[in-house]
């Protein structure tokens, strides 16, 4: 973990590593010296975040076995998230979980299945295209998350094809107009 300044900010950024991918997050100053400060809190804080999610796992049974609810999934996605997304992203995926949870209840992950889905996506598509494929996004990344912590077998999200969201073209003047 580092900070370093790029050409195209005038802040300060800090570059770490998520699974092996290199992620960088913005101090929101343009002085070295509160950069490093602010890389200190959020080396501490990542750290502290890592092991408080280990030491929280050791008890707890195998995680195939668990038997987990949405909320209780949501806390812990919106937990690993935070080091490592901004808050706008943050928010656009407590939104969506919220929207899916009001739709069908807290019922556990394995109860999910492709009607419920498409009852939820069907519903909020009339109400908002752009909504509905924020949320359908939003969640399928959430769930492909589950899969690989063995919470579910399958993403029941790669599964339902979402409906073409309708183009909207620009208006040309022609010839004639002019």
């Not at 092996?20 to 501490?44: H, P, W, Y």
């Not at 656009?92 to 979980?97: M, P, R, V, Y």
């Not at 919470?151 to 073409?164: A, G, H, S």
Request: net charge positive.
């Amino acid at each position: 973990m580092f900070i370093v300044k790029i050409k195209r900010s005038s802040f300060y950024q800090i570059v770490y590593e998520v699974n092996g991918k290199k992620t960088s997050k913005s101090t929101g100053t343009a002085n070295k010296f509160e950069a490093q400060k602010i890389l200190e809190e959020f080396s501490k804080r990542v750290l502290s975040d890592k092991k408080s999610f280990n030491n929280s796992r050791k008890n707890e049974l195998p995680v195939s076995q668990q038997v987990r609810s949405i909320l209780d999934f949501k806390k812990e996605y919106l937990e690993y998230l935070k080091p490592i997304k901004s808050k706008h992203y943050i928010t656009s995926i407590e939104l969506s979980f919220n929207q899916f949870i009001s739709f069908c209840g807290d019922i556990s992950l394995k109860q999910i299945n492709r009607q419920i889905l498409d009852r939820f996506i069907s519903t909020t598509f009339t109400r908002t295209q752009r909504g509905a494929h924020q949320y359908y996004r939003t969640l399928k990344a959430a769930f492909n998350k589950a899969l690989e912590w063995n919470y579910i077998e399958v993403n029941i999200f790669t599964k339902v094809k979402f409906p073409r969201l309708t183009k909207v073209y620009p208006v040309f003047l022609t010839e004639d107009d002019l």
